[in-house]
């Protein structure tokens, strides 16, 4: 804490460093419950008492967060029993306290107020977490080392396993360092441009001492550099542009993420966090000149300030542990001021005087604009056509014509204030000659130079995209026939009467005399009594035969299976390339004729027409910034089902079995989604039998027939996008 005495009023400065110690200890392993948090606030400290159910062997593992301040706290085998995940305590600069519950593992993250150091030390069934602040070092460079993990494990060497650049989904880039153990000492600090990373006897392998080049990555970092330094580690980050950085460790992985910060001229502090971010400060300020006030709250932030004589009056306030930025904003609402940021200058005036000075420079620009000298300058194209971009610069809508006489219009005074959406000033004018796709500008030189970052923008060369489907269409089929055929001749002739019929199993025919030859009597044999079934016209059979001494009475038993089993698979795999968000179809099939008899006066008339019967696919690809792949795709899968044909004047008209595949995905570069599936089961069962017969246990099998079939049918589409790159070709 610094403290100020200026023109009679008490000034208390609270400056945040970055000192955080967590230590590396073993959990412990029997099952635990957190039972109570109480905290108590003793001077500039904050003691936090947790009461478990068993006493712990080892204080907790923990880790830091510098920004935004964090300290977290992890107790294996240990389970949540305050029935709540957040106390809020508003002790000192401690907030809250988070008690996450993950499987049998418990996190007990503190929300501070700045970075703090802390303590911990184990009595009885009681864990005390004490928290003390960072004192300020007495060096007052820009430079700042912030410890972000100390060293647990005395003595030992720690490795450096992998180094990983990434980008993140909003941009910022991500360094990834995997350890051999999570006790290593780790210092982090700003030196200069630079983010340098030490840690603390540490190796690391040849093949990870280099220097990566990361500017395609597009992101704040350009180059991540990892060197040797003597028993230690130096890994150093350069980042471009304006930044902020954020570290933190889980486990044996390390990464430190840098963001860009877009800079906002209305905030005093830039930054993407939310809320007020400047050093804490405690003011007694009685009666005071509010000019003084501003000027002192300035240099606390490192700003170059301009403050208007204009900017007077006094001002009483009493503030205790206060951003210096929110105090700002407290004077600028009590008297009516505001403030423009230029560069690394601040100015500020009251409300009132600004506006005006705005005006006045709006005004100043404009009649500028209405005499300064026009500049004509031409630009090639490569991509656009000249005329899409004259007609966007003049302001006309894409589907109408420019004529000579719209363009008289529209470069006109009067045309120009009708054109909402034109980009040229109001003397300004375009001209495209279509055979060497060049544009003409005449204009000032501050639209030339907006309209040069227009075109560099827009004349560019669409990205594309290689869509592969592959359709694959799977059959198993399956077919099981079993039956009987059994039959009874009886051959022996059976007298009837004395008029020398005979009637058995067959017929007979009487002796017949001519003269002097007699031909003898024959039997023809018929099946007097039988059972036949129908069997498998394909397939293995099984024939027995049991018949007497002089072959009169046959029984004849024939037993029949037949089982098939089919299996098929059908892949297509169509393919299409297009450019970022333009349709693109590819078809591969034909077309079936159809025949429709239309009479009319007792005379028929065959009229021919085709349905398709092919497969197609529709795509729209639309490029994310992420690098994915957003799709609108329509799949079918058309075919001609020429068993279940209909003859229509000697023409077969048969259905069409379609599969169609309508909706929008999003998929990863190279990626393969399963946008869809059909499955389809057909399982038949018939039986023929013999009544009562064929009912018998067992021996039923020999007066029945039964018949299994099966088909399954699978159709799944798969889709791969891959975006073609400008450097590539594809074979």
Known sequence: MRMLNVLGFSFAVIVTAGLMKPDLVSAAEATNVIEAINVAQQGNEVALKLDLKSPLVQPPAGFSVSQPAKIAFDFPATSNGLGRTTEVLNQGDLRSVNIVQVSDRTRVVLNLVRNLNYKTRIDGNSLYIILTPVQRLADTSAERSVRFAEESLIGSKHAMRDVVFRRGKDGEGRVVVDLSDSGTGIDIRQQGSSLIVDFAKTSVPEHLRRKLDVTDFATPVTSVETRSMGDNVRMIISPKGLWEHNAYQSDNQFVVEVKKVVEDPNKLVQGTKVGYQGPRVSINYQNGDVRALLRLMAEELGLNAVISETVTGTTTLVLKDVPADQVIDIIFQQKGLDMRKKGNILMIAPRDEIATREKLDFEARQQISELEPLVTEQFLLNYQKSGDIQKLLMGVPPGMTLTPQLMASLNSAQGSSMSSQRILSKRGSAVADPQSNILFVSDIPSKLEEIRTFIKTIDIGARQV??????????????????????????????????????????????????????????????????????????????????????????????????????????????????????????????????????????????????????????????????????????????????????????????????????????????????????????????????????????????????????????????????????????
């Open 466 to 731: 290689l869509i592969e489907a592959r359709v694959v269409e799977a059959q198993d089929s399956f077919n099981r026939a079993l039956g009987a055929k059994i039959g009874l001749i009886n051959s022996k002739p059976v007298e009837l009467g004395a008029s020398g019929a005979y009637l058995a199993g067959g017929k007979m025919t009487p002796a017949v005399t001519s003269g002097t030859t007699t031909t003898p009597a024959t039997l023809v044999q018929n099946p007097m009594f039988g059972v036949n079934l129908p069997t498998p016209s394909t397939g293995g059979t099984l024939a027995l035969s049991l018949f007497n001494a002089s072959i009169t009475r046959i029984l004849n038993l024939e037993l029949a299976a037949l089982e098939t089993d089919g299996l098929g698979k059908i892949v297509s795999s169509p393919r299409v390339i297009t450019a970022n968000n333009v349709e693109a179809t590819i078809e591969d099939g034909t077309e079936i004729p159809y025949v429709t008899i239309q009479s009319s006066g007792g005379t028929s008339t065959a009229t021919v027409s085709f349905k398709p019967a092919k497969l197609s696919l529709k795509v729209t690809p639309q490029i994310t910034p992420e690098g994915t792949v957003r799709m609108n795709l329509v799949v079918k899968k058309e075919e001609a089902d020429w068993t279940k044909a209909v003859v229509l004047s000697g023409y077969a008209n048969p259905p069409i079995k379609s599969s169609v595949v309508d909706t929008n995905v999003v998929v990863d570069n190279g990626g393969t989604v399963v946008i869809g599936g059909v499955f389809i089961t057909d399982t038949q069962s018939s039986v023929e039998k013999v009544p009562l017969l064929g009912d018998i246990p067992g021996l039923g099998w020999l007066f029945k027939y039964k018949n299994d079939k099966g088909t399954r049918r699978e159709l799944l589409v798969f889709i791969t996008p891959r975006i073609v790159s400008d450097k590539m070709s594809l074979n």
